[in-house]
Every structure is written in C-alpha cells, then in structure tokens.
Nanobody, 114 residues
Framework: QVQLVESGGGSVQAGGSLRLSCAASGSIFSINMGWYRQAPGKQRELVARITSGGSPNYANSAKGRFTISRDNAENTVYLQMNSLKPEDTAVYYC?????????WGQGTQVTVSS
C-alpha cells in the first residue's frame, strides 16, 4: 500500500499563486505521477503529469501557468500554479501510477476568487 498526502491548497485571489505538494509513503523513483482536479458537478480531469524520467505534460488549461516537478529523494511531487483563475477552483488530487494499481491522495481544496 502506498499513501499519498497532498498539501498546499488554500484560497487565493485571481492572479495569485499556490504550490501543491504530494508526499508519498514509498519510493516513487520509477513511477509516473500526476495531478488531477475535480470541480463541483464536473468529472475529474488531468491537470499535469510527469514521467519517471521527468518529462512533463499538461492539460491545455494548465500550459504556461502550471509547472509539475518531482523530487525522488523526497518522494514528493509538486505543482506550482501561477496566474490562477476562478475556473481553477477545484479539489486537486495526486495520483501515482504503480504497476499494480493507481493510488490517489485525499485531495486538497484550491479556491480562486475573482
């Protein structure tokens, strides 16, 4: 079993920044990791993903504003979010693509006010 613990969410005004962290209870060295979000009444969607080799990819809504990174020594993945918009308001979830199954964190709320 792997536990993922997100932190760093909060309430900011439009244009502000937040940095989310996801700490894993085990090694993520060879694991692709991702950040997803789910807004009220909407399906969960991919925001950003980073491969075990460090290659990132982003949803169109995140390109140019968000940066995903990882620190394998700390078993932690980050999501730097800049120029936040009200439409970024959602619960953000960390995801780990282990071979046997995908693991999810409990989520962290991000609220952006206009």
């Amino acid at each position: 079993q792997v536990q993922l613990v997100e932190s760093g969410g909060g309430s900011v005004q439009a244009g502000g920044s937040l940095r989310l962290s996801c700490a894993a209870s085990g090694s993520i060295f060879s694991i692709n990791m991702g950040w997803y979000r789910q807004a009220p009444g909407k399906q969960r969607e991919l925001v950003a993903r980073i491969t075990s080799g460090g290659s990132p990819n982003y949803a169109n809504s995140a390109k140019g504003r968000f940066t995903i990174s990882r620190d394998n020594a700390e078993n932690t993945v980050y999501l730097q979010m800049n120029s936040l918009k009200p439409e970024d308001t959602a619960v953000y979830y960390c995801n780990a693509e282990f071979p046997e199954r995908y693991y999810w964190g409990q989520g962290t709320q991000v609220t952006v006010s206009s």
